[in-house]
């Protein structure tokens, strides 16, 4: 089971940028989707993004247009790059890998927080 590492996270205010990082134990190359999700405090844990191993993307509607999901197969490393972020954007961001399409994640980060506030 692949081990997975977030780092990146922290305190920014509206409007504001960061780029989270998922350093990966194994090579991602065979790994079909890595995605980050993340958990807002008193919520459920939510899809924000996901990458194939084809490099086909998928983001939930509240960021797309903010986000943008890439992975460096080379550094074992997938990356969520936040722009203009937003309040409703403060979470705890996990880390996601699911080795095969037709099993569900597999591996879990121990996650980043990520605040916005003024």
């Known amino acids: 089971q692949v081990q997975l590492v977030e780092s990146g996270g922290g305190l920014v205010q509206p409007g504001g940028s960061l780029r989270l990082s998922c350093a990966a134990s194994?090579?991602?190359?065979?790994?079909?989707?890595m995605g980050w999700y993340r958990q807002p405090p008193g919520k459920q844990r939510e899809l924000v993004a996901v990458?194939?191993?084809?490099?086909?993307?998928n983001y939930a509607d509240s960021v797309k247009g903010r986000f943008t999901i890439s992975r460096d197969n080379a550094k074992n490393t997938v990356y969520l790059q936040m722009n203009s972020l937003k309040p409703e954007d403060t979470a705890l961001y996990y880390c996601?890998?699911?080795?095969?399409?037709?099993?569900?994640?597999?591996?879990w980060g121990q996650g980043t927080q990520v605040t916005v506030s003024s």
């Open positions: 990458i194939t191993s084809g490099g086909n993307t």
């Open positions: 996601a890998a699911r080795r095969y399409p037709w099993r569900p994640v597999d591996s």
């Open positions: 194994e090579s991602i190359g065979s790994i079909n989707t």
